[in-house]
């Protein structure tokens, strides 16, 4: 089992910038890949980027490409999601979530994906 908190939205002003974390404790996490998704209002979740268990391996969506980087610290069993340039269309619930792997590879399939956080939400102004 693997708990997942979420910590780090708030709102911005459109082209500003904010860091996500999320913070994992129970089972050992660092065989686990992590992802982040996020949810808008009437839109289903979608994947905004994911890390392999060593971080070594990340992959992103392409509206967020280059402007967002996933990054994790596995001896503070912490994952990062720095946002800059951020647009209002960004503006949603972000979650974060881990899957139990046995390479290192990232995952970039919701269902695929073990364990989920409570979600912080991002708001983007004009």
């Known amino acids: 089992q693997v708990y997942l908190v979420e910590s780090g939205g708030g709102l911005v002003h459109a082209g500003g910038s904010l860091r996500l974390s999320c913070e994992a404790s129970?089972?050992?996490?660092?065989?686990?890949?992590m992802g982040w998704f996020r949810q808008a209002p009437g839109k289903e979740r979608e994947f905004v980027a994911a890390?392999?268990?060593?971080?070594?391996?990340?992959y992103s969506e392409d509206s967020v490409r280059g402007r967002f980087t996933i990054a994790r610290d596995n001896d503070k069993n912490t994952m990062y999601l720095q946002m800059n340039n951020l647009k209002l269309e960004d503006t949603a619930v972000y979650y974060c979530?881990?899957?139990?792997?046995?390479?290192?590879?990232?995952?970039?399939?919701?269902?695929?994906?073990?364990?989920w956080g409570q979600g912080t939400q991002v708001t983007v102004s004009s």
């Open positions: 979530a881990a899957a139990q792997r046995t390479v290192d590879l990232v995952v970039i399939t919701a269902g695929r994906y073990d364990y």
């Open positions: 890390i392999s268990w060593s971080g070594n391996i990340t």
């Open positions: 129970g089972d050992t996490w660092r065989r686990y890949a």
